[in-house]
Every structure is written in structure tokens, then in C-alpha cells.
């Protein structure tokens, strides 16, 4: 009898470490983002680089940037990382339908392009928000987060959304198939007490995943890649519960399927915690565990047990409550399993009512019904955080910006985010309690529309104590400068009720529409996103920046709307977009040299006019190509000020966030978040070498030495040799003598330090004199032209005309050089351009004189 018990042991256990053969995923994508070469995690996968997996990124604005080995370094996969400033996304061709595990790992790499502690972001699939708003906050430790999204369509995607002046970043991703028996659709539903079907249609994020009275078991000792930490840190009582663990060999997994080291490995079931040696006074009591958690949301318990305490079948019998409720009664294994050390698991749903204290108890207790000794176990436990009904795991609002329309009232939030492999608190708590303090709608508007523009207020005492600080009462007192009103019904009307097809801009701040106003003349109408808390502040910013500023080269201000808690900006409409879209990447045609450094003067004397034309002088703070427009006559025009704010005069202003586009962004600022006009100044010569090189700031696609612009174009400086990656369109063209003078200025504002970087007035004065330079041999060429036409000049000069015919506004301009440029502004600012002008002026005197 004996023996055929041990063989019949025998049998199971050989069936166990069958079914315990490594499970293969069929999809499983494993990204070292950021990486030049694969990584081997400590369990042994291999995470490949994004070249290796190319197809999958696609970003714009983004950055590699890697960190030093050390202590704090548990995995090579957390050495490099990626930043994306604007959104990116990664796309997985899958091929399999079913959940599938998404882990994102983050780890705050130290670094000199961003200050990752900082970075808040969003991150989605095409139909669950998986982090919303999310930072890492100031841990140094890496943040690890795990989802179970079932995919029904073969292109799964994540993506990064930096908040606006924000960044973005990703360590590593894993997007692996998960076996299909790892979930059922149904569960036991808590309260009201039935079944619960549905959790197909639901995602999950993995919160918690202990190994009660066991080990830390990692990714290697699970074929799954799943974390199991221990459970001690989240007994009630240390002192009632005990520990027993037996060989991991002992478990016998049940045949036909029911539970398999799929569901948990063998260390799971062979560790457990059962109550401490029975109190005589007291010989019942819960062994009792609790859990912070988010209290907006619905949770999936999964409970596994395994009986290796029992001597004799029928012998434990113990009860399970979740939350105060039932959740499990008289429970006894042996009889459920048909024998002993047999693994057992149970699925059981939480609604987020049970939860609005933010905990989770669960406690085992003995019932009534055992006969031996008073007892009650648990193996393991799986804490998983289920979708809302906007498919969000995190915030309130889904991927398409719905709400949760839930009734239940939110009560304090004490969720705890759990990093489980390395035990690092993520900053979820903080996070979660910055979303509930985000002020209701009704009270932003209410604050924003009365608060922004009270001259349309009628209640003018509240008015004059909101504008009790000393900047905003001169922007209220200096009513003229603010525009014309537009009422709503009139801006509906004119971009036809802001038709998508209407949209020719997108913006952290809201969409951009073009419009007709009177008697046809085009606006852009800037429409705020509600939503955007960050918008207002920028809405507030840009209106009194555009209320005081008048240039010629500035994007100017026809109006706006504040009625119905909307804030509508109305621009002059700048027919020719931005310069970058002029310069590649559009198929436009191109303009001509003499055309480019027109834009350059012109953008320059617009940040002249910003930094010296005021009183106090404007950092712009985001210089680019895409933020300097062109109108009908291709005139520039500097634009968007949201980011602006008032310098203060003689010393650099410390700043709290580093914002900005990258590619463009001063080196001095990023290191001592010291910003002056100077960090202008490197932006603007970003531009210049733009336009020159026709080639975006940063273009990751390209070798490593090639991917910042003004790095390599510096290098090729540096060697006497930029001729050599101009635009291929302006060989041939191009004065060299010009050329040199443009990239000296360019080298000149990309100066490491501040104080070697000129003044917006000098770097206008070179462009000055590049141009001349231009016009002078444009002007020779043409007489060697008309003097002689001898073939090989005509080849040469036809393709300088033909590039001018292409873009016939281009070329025909002809303003007379070095000439002050006539000022639509206030008298003091023409007063300040005046000056300039008369100085560049004698300069260019003086130049004609050498
Ligand atoms: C980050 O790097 C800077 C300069 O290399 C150093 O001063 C600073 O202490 C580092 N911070 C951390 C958290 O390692
Ligand atoms: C993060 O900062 C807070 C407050 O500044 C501090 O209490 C906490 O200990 C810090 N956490 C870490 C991991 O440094
Ligand atoms: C995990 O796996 C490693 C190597 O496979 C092994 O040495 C280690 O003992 C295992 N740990 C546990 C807790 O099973
Ligand atoms: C919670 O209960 C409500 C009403 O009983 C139900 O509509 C909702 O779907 C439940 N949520 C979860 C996550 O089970
Ligand atoms: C165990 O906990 C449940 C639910 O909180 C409670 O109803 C029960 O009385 C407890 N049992 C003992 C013995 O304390
Ligand atoms: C473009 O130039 C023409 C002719 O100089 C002028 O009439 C027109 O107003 C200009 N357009 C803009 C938008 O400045």
C-alpha cells in the first residue's frame, strides 16, 4: 500500500515538472529603450535594442541618454533609457489575440538632459490609460509597472505623452503573450455575492504579488517573468501568524488543468502563512493582512492555497474575508482537491465601493466545522487593479478624454503604489492626491474667465480686488492693448463650428483653427482645451504678453473670447505656416538664401524687439523653427508666447522647470536652471543652422554623431568644413563669404556659457551683413551674367533662378539693406528698434570704410 502510494506520488510529481516546462511566449517583445546593444536581464531574457525592433518607435522630439553601472543598477536594461518631449509611440505587430503582460520600467537615470525625478507623463495603449500624469517623484530606485491588457487587434501600441514643457521616458518594455489559462472570464463576485463574468473585457495592473511566508521569488524562478514578494511588511499582527514551507517538489499540481505553475510556480504553494501556535485564552483569531489601494477603482483578488500543513485530508477547515465580508466558508482543500499539498486558487472580485477607505483586508480564520487543530492558511496572494469604465487604471479620464461618470463620492486617498521587485514605493500616493485636488471644472472656469479678463465683468469691485498685484493691475488698466471682443456665437460661426477640417494646429494649449471673420479676412482662432489646467496658465501668460506687444515680427493678437468659460485667442493668420515646414520635410518649395536670411533677420529682430523692446525684456523661452511663421510675403513672425515670462532685469532668472523643446535647449540651463535672454540666444542659433543645413535640430534616425544638429554642425565648423553639409539645394547659390559670416554668428550663439554668447542686437547686425554680402554677389553674378553668357555661368545662376521661380513670393522682395526697419509698434518700442537700426547702421558705415 505504501509503495504504490509513494509511486502514485511519483506519477504526480512527474506530471508537475512536465506541465512545469518553460512556458513560450508567442508574442514577446523584450526593448532596451535607448540602448545601443542588447541587455541580458539577471533572469536571463534578452532585451533588444530599438535599431533591432526599429519598426516599433515612432517619435519626433526624443533622446537617448544612458547611466554608470552601480549598486543601485539591479538590471543592464535600466542603464540606458529614452526621453521623448513630444508624444511617441512604440507599436508591436502582435500575433497572437489574448492578454498579454505589459511591464514598463523606469528608472530615473542622472543625467544632463533632463531632470527625469521630474518628467511627468502619460502613458496609454490604444484603449486603457495605464499611467496618468505619472512621475516617479524623487525616488532613486527603479519603478516597475505590470499590466494584463487583453489584446483583441494585431497592433498594439504604447504610448508616451509628455505633459506640456515636460518629458517623457522609458527604461525598458515588454509586451509578452500571456497563456490562456491564466484568466477566466468569471470570478466570484464579492458583493452583492454571485458570479462575476466579464473580466475579459477588463485590463489589469498587477499592485500586488506576494509569496506569503516565502521568499522573494523573481522573474527567473517563474516561467512567466512575475515578481512574488514576501508578505511580512503587510501582516496586522506578526505575532498571530507563522510560517511553514515545505520542498518545492511536495506541491503536486492537479492534472487537467485546473492549476499549473502557469497560475503560480511550485515555490508559491510551498510556502505559506498559518496562524501562530493557538492562544489558549483566545484559540480563535484571523491571521490578518492589509493593503493600501486606490480607492476609485475595482480590484481582482486572486487567493492560492495549498495545503502542506495538514496531516490527515479533512482536517482544516478555515474561512476567508475580504474587506469585513465572506469571501470563502469552511474551506477545506483536501476535500476540494481530493488530497493534500494540491494546489488551489481563487478568483474573487472587489467592487470599488468595498474600497472607499483606500485598504483591502483580507483575513484567514478557522470555521466551525474542523476537527483538529484550529487553523487557517494562505499561500499566496495576487492584488490586481481592474479597468473603470473609461478603460482608465489611473485617473478618471479615458484615452478619449471621457469621464467616469461615477456617483460615489471619493474619499481620502492613501494609495501606496507597490514596486514589487525591488520594494521601491513608487510616487503614487503623491500623485493620486495632486489628481483629487485638481479643482472642478466649475470652479476653474469660474476662477479662469473672471479671473483673466474682468473687462468684461460687470462686477467691477471683484475686479479691482483680483487686481490688486502690481503686474496685473497694469495689464487691466492698459485695456486698449487688449484687442477686439469676440463674442461666441461669432467665432463658431466663423470656423463653422470649429470643424476638425478647420484645424491647422495642434497644441499643448488646444487646437488651432482657421477662420473668416467680416468681410473675409483669415484669423486663427487658438482655442483652449478646457481640460488643461496648464493651458490657463498659458492663456493668462500669452494674452498679457500679447496685449503689450506690437512688432512687426511678432505674431500679433486680433482678439479673443472669454464667454460661456471658453478662452479663444484670435491671431493674424499667417498664410505660409511655420519656417521648418519651408526648410524640409514638406515638399515646399524651397526658398532661396537670400530668402532664408530674410526670415532669420526678421525672427532675430523679433526676439530683439522681445528681450530689449520692454520694459522688463521677454525670454521667449521656446525659440524654434516651428514657432517662427511666415505670412503672405514670407515677413517672419515670431509666435507663441505661452511660454514666456517677464525677465527680470540685470540677473538671470532661476527657474523651477526646465522648459523648452530639446535640440533647442541652452546647456547652461539645463545645469544651473539659470535662464536669460542668452538661452534665447543658443536657441536662436539652432535656427540659423537650420536653415542652413535644412535638417531638424534633432533627428534620431540618424548616427549618433549626427543626431543633435548643433553638436555636429559645430564639429564640421570647427574643421573649416560647413560647407560641406549646407543644404545640397544652396550649393552653388550661397556667397561663401555670406555662409561665413551666417555660421560664425550661429557658432557664436551656441557658445557654451552665456556671457560668450552675443546679443540678439548682434546677432542681427551679422545677419545683416551676411545678407549684404548675398546681395552683393547675387547682384555680381548677375551682371557677369548680363556682360557675358558664356555657358558654364548660366548653368549656374539658372539654378538659383529656378529655385527663385519656384517660389515666386520668394525672390521678388527687394528691400534696401541695412535701413532701419519701419515699426508698427507703440512709440517706445519703435524708439528702441530705432536705436538699434541707427547703430547697425553706423557699424555698416564703418564696415564699408575697411
Ligand atoms: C547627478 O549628477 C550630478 C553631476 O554629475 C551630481 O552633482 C549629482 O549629485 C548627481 N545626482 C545624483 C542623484 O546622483
Ligand atoms: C522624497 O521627498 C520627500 C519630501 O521632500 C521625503 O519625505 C521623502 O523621504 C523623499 N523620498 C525619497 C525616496 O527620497
Ligand atoms: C531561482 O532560480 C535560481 C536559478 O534558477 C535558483 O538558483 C534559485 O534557488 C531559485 N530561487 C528560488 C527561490 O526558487
Ligand atoms: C460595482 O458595483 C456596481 C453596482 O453594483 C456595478 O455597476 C459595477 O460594475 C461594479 N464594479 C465592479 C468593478 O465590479
Ligand atoms: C475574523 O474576521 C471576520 C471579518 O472581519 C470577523 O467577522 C470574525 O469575527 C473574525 N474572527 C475572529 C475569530 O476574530
Ligand atoms: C504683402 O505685400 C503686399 C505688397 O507690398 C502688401 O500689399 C500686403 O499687405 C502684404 N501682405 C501682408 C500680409 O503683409
Redesign the pocket.
Known sequence: MAVLLVALTLLVSLSASASAAAFVPQDNFLVDCGATTTATSPDGRVFKTEQQTSQYLKAEDDYKISGEPSADVPSPVYLTARIFVQEATYAFPLTRPGFHFVRLHFFPINNTVFDLQKATFTVATDKYVLLHSFNVDNTTKPVFKEYLINAFDPHFSIKFSPQKNSAAFINAIEVVSAPDELIADSATNLLPVGNYAGLFASAFQTVYRLNMGGPLVTSANDTLGRTWGNDESFLKAKSLAKTVSVAPSAVKYPQGGTNSPLIAPPIVYATLVEMAEANVNQP???V?WNFEVDTAFGYLLRLHFCDIVSKALNDLYF?V?IN???AISDLDLSHTMGALAVPYYKDIVVNSSLVSDGLI?V?V??SNLGSGDLNAILNGLEVMKMSNTVDSLDGEFGVDGRKESSGSKRGTVAAVGFAMMFGAFVGLGAMVIKWHKRPQDWQKRNSFSSWLLPVHASDTSFMSSKASASHKSTFYSSTPGLGRYFSFAELQEATKNFDANAIIGVGGFGNVYIAEIDDGTKVAVKRGNPQSEQGITEFQTEIQMLSKLRHRHLVSLIGYCDENSEMILVYEFMSNGPFRDHLYGKNLPHLSWKKRLEICIGAARGLHYLHTGTAQGIIHRDVKTTNILLDDNFTAKVADFGLSKDAPMGQGHVSTAVKGSFGYLDPEYFRRQQLTDKSDVYSFGVVLLEALCARPAINPQLPREQVNLADWAMQWKRKGLIDKIIDPLLVGTINPESMKKFAEAAEKCLAEHGVDRPTMGDVLWNLEYALQLQEAFSQGKAEEESKSSSPSSSSSTSSSSSAAAASPSVAAENRPVSLPEENKGPAEVQAIDEHSGTAMFAQFANLNGR
Open positions: 480563535k483569531f484571523n490578518t474561512n474575508y469585513g465580508k465572506m483586508t483575513q480564520g478557522p
